[in-house]
Nanobody, 116 residues
């Protein structure tokens, strides 16, 4: 059974930091590119960051470049998103996703709220 379970969301003040984690199971984790997406109220889901199966390549949305490094641990089957210098516009539900050759998997999402 495939599972992607996100954790680490919450309420933080502008300028603060949060670290999101996603624990994966039920598939060959290292064969999947892993991504973080987010969806704000009334907006479409957007790609935040993606990391290749080996971890050697990453890509970021312009809005988070330099603030949200993505990383993965292929031993622990986990992917993380370190969110720094958070802004109110980063408020959204954040989803972990795994994309392989044939399948794409999604987590249930975790809420991140940035407000003073």
């Amino acid at each position: 059974q495939v599972r992607l379970v996100e954790s680490g969301g919450g309420l933080v003040q502008p300028g603060g930091s949060l670290r999101l984690s996603c624990a994966a199971s039920g598939f060959t984790f290292s064969s999947y590119a892993m991504s973080w997406y987010r969806q704000a109220p009334g907006k479409e889901r957007e790609l935040v960051a993606v990391i290749s199966g080996t971890g050697g390549r990453t890509n970021y949305a312009d809005s988070v470049k330099g603030r949200f490094p993505i990383s993965r641990d292929n031993v622990k089957n986990m992917v993380s998103l370190q969110m720094n210098s958070l802004k109110p516009e980063d408020t959204a539900v954040y989803y972990c996703s795994g994309r392989g050759l044939a399948y794409t998997y999604w987590g249930q999402g975790t809420q991140v709220s940035v407000s003073s």
